[in-house]
């Protein structure tokens, strides 16, 4: 249910940003994706730096072979572990991926805010947990982050809507699209 809150309220600020319908990309179009593990493409080789630690962004993410495609001018600035904040902000020396998106930018692609909600940290822990009551485990699982409230993905709608804004006035000629997070479990069953 969260999740579709936040995928519509990052549709309807496009909407509120006064986006209209944009051209077709043409090949040399800039492109920007910006994100969090699951843009990066951590565990997937190879790795785009040689010391890929801490954004594990992998040559072979979704990013780069929509790029390879259609044959667009790629600044893959998403990074494993990055929140909304890390759009807007720095990471340590890292600049905020916002920083990439300019006047030439014409695509830009969003895969953001699992972390806002400790997302994986809680699949993660919950499956340590599980893992424990079968083995000795129990010792080096951590415990499991808080649930996020409803306030959590007011706030989380709340800056993603503000990155859209900032997206339409560093680009106003730009599309953008917000990608959605893959299911990791299915909805039903084991």
């Not at 909407?15 to 040399?28: M, R, V």
């Amino acid at each position: 249910m969260a999740n579709t809150i936040i995928r519509i309220a990052a549709f309807a600020c496009l909407a509120l940003a006064g986006c209209t319908t944009a051209p077709s990309l043409s090949p040399g179009s800039k492109y920007v994706a910006m994100g969090s593990s699951f843009a990066a493409g951590p565990g997937i080789p190879t790795y785009v730096d040689a010391t890929p630690a801490p954004c594990m962004r992998s040559d072979a993410n979704y990013a780069h072979q929509l790029a390879k495609r259609k044959g667009l001018a790629l600044v893959d600035v998403s990074c494993s572990g990055g929140t909304t904040l890390h759009l807007t902000g720095p990471r340590n020396t890292i600049p905020p991926q916002l920083d990439a998106v300019d006047a030439d930018t014409r695509l830009v692609t969003i895969t953001i805010g699992g972390n806002d909600v400790s997302y994986i940290g809680r699949l993660t822990a919950a499956s340590c947990a599980g893992l424990a009551l079968v083995s000795s485990a129990a010792a080096a699982c951590n415990p499991i982050p808080q649930a996020p409230t409803e306030q959590t993905y007011a706030d989380l709608a709340t800056r993603m809507d503000h990155i859209a804004k900032d997206v339409r006035r560093r680009a106003p000629s730009a599309r953008l699209i917000f990608v959605d997070y893959l299911a990791v479990l299915p909805a039903k069953g084991t």
